[in-house]
Nanobody, 120 residues
Framework: QVQLVESGGGLVQTGGSLTLSCAAS????????MGWFRQAPGKEHEFVAA???????SYADSVKGRFTISRDNAKNTVYLQMNSLKPEDTAVYYC??????????????WGQGTQVTVSS
């Protein structure tokens, strides 16, 4: 069992920055693909970014060049640095962990979510 707890969400103006953190506890963190998804009101659950055990990263086109995902295996934590935020980035952001892949939009474990609101 893995528990994921997100933090760092909040209200920011357009063009601003936020860093989300996801602290994991339970099984070996380094053995999981970690990632972030988001869901805006009235919209589908959307992939944002993922980082594999090797450190290989992938991003949604909508955030590429603005968001950076990273992980610290010693601290069992994954981060999402979000720069140049836009109102369309407003959503609840969820941390996810899977032993194989997040590419199918499914995960073994999910966090409870943290709200990010970007004001125009």
């Amino acid at each position: 069992q893995v528990q994921l707890v997100e933090s760092g969400g909040g209200l920011v103006q357009t063009g601003g920055s936020l860093t989300l953190s996801c602290a994991a506890s339970g099984r070996t963190f380094s053995g999981y693909v970690m990632g972030w998804f988001r869901q805006a009101p009235g919209k589908e659950h959307e992939f944002v970014a993922a980082i594999r055990q090797s450190g290989f990263t992938s991003y949604a086109d909508s955030v590429k060049g603005r968001f950076t995902i990273s992980r610290d295996n010693a601290k069992n934590t994954v981060y999402l640095q979000m720069n140049s935020l836009k109102p369309e980035d407003t959503a609840v952001y969820y941390c996810a962990a899977d032993s194989v892949t997040l590419a199918d939009g499914r995960a073994d474990y999910w966090g409870q979510g943290t709200q990010v609101t970007v004001s125009s």
